[in-house]
């Protein structure tokens, strides 16, 4: 009788632990939340439009030209601006990182080293707050999550300083591929495009996020699969609205007529958006501090504890 009654217990009792979900998320909701984009590419692809057309916010002036006589302006230093924005009572504390156009010189030789260098800074800066004796609660996190890399549409094929930036920043940092103003490429010129450009990641050893790993379950995969099938995003960027069959839409007018930027059918804007915020988002977070910072604070601690041995040790007092 007594194994029954505790057996009816365990049936009918309620604990509540399934309530650490909500608990977790009033937490995090308390802190928000933090991402951290660094955009790389040519001067003049529309890397500062892009970011405001994919958060639905004006968080970098664009140095887009308004008429035709007036010079580019371009990005000369590497440049940090941080927004708060907010949607649906979750707060995203956005890091924006504006490079120089890399390539634009006749002499290109290591163009790279300080995009490179701004990301190591910001990941030395990580443990160095780490290692203090007295940290803080919550370290601040300048590390970069995500690199929007951005290709010129040339139709043909990547420059070979593409290949070689790519590659060093692929070591680094989770680096997402975009073909720029694709509107400028028919849409058989872009599919060709796309292939020639993902032939030449695999052949020259390039491996771009995301990542597959144990803990991915099948629809993980799945998506992650469906990511790289389409690689680099194809995507047109716009903070201007268009008309288009009545309605005000954002686009841009090209010499084949409108295009609808959140249209599937014009560019693949809508899936780069839902791929950086609404699918992976979070796993950009976590690679970042599991793979990429993971590495780098593997390799100093290691130099620390090569260092230490090799320091000569004092002489016993006399």
Request: with cysteine.
């Amino acid at each position: 009788m007594a194994s029954t009654d505790a057996e009816e217990v365990r049936a009918t009792a309620y604990v509540g632990f399934d309530t650490i979900t909500q608990q977790i998320e009033h937490k995090l909701l308390k802190r928000g939340f933090q991402f951290n984009v660094i955009v790389v590419g040519q001067t003049g692809l529309g890397k500062s439009t892009l970011i405001n057309t994919i958060f639905a916010s004006h968080l970098i002036d664009s140095k887009g030209r308004m008429e035709s006589d007036v010079p580019v302006r371009q990005t000369t230093e590497i440049q940090a601006a941080s927004h708060v924005i907010s949607e649906n009572g979750v707060r995203l504390r956005l890091n924006i990182v504006d490079t120089p156009g890399y390539g634009d010189m006749v002499n290109n030789e290591n163009c790279w080293d300080p995009i490179v260098k701004y990301i190591k800074d910001q990941h030395s800066a990580y443990l160095r707050k780490e290692l203090t004796a007295v940290r803080d609660r919550y370290i601040q996190d300048t590390r970069i999550h995500c690199c929007l890399f951005f290709i010129n549409p040339t139709g043909h094929s990547l420059r070979p300083i593409d290949i070689i930036v790519m590659k060093k920043l692929s070591e680094v940092v989770n680096v997402v591929p975009v073909i720029a103003k694709a509107d400028s490429l028919t849409m058989d010129e872009r599919d060709a495009f796309k292939q020639r450009i993902r032939a030449e990641l695999v052949y020259h050893n390039i491996v771009l996020y995301p990542f597959d790993t144990d803990e991915n379950d099948d629809e993980e995969l799945r998506l992650n699969e469906r990511i790289r099938n389409m690689i680099p995003f194809a995507v047109v960027g716009s903070e201007r609205n268009v008309l288009i069959d009545g309605k005000q839409v954002r686009g841009r007018k090209n010499r084949w007529g409108v295009i609808n930027i959140e249209d599937e059918n014009h560019c693949e804007f809508v899936y780069l958006r839902n791929f950086l915020t609404r699918t992976h988002l979070q796993d950009l977070i976590e690679t970042t501090a599991q793979i990429h910072y993971e590495a780098f604070r593997s390799k100093q601690l290691l130099a620390l504890k090569e260092n230490a041995k090799e320091q000569p040790r004092p002489s016993p007092a006399a």
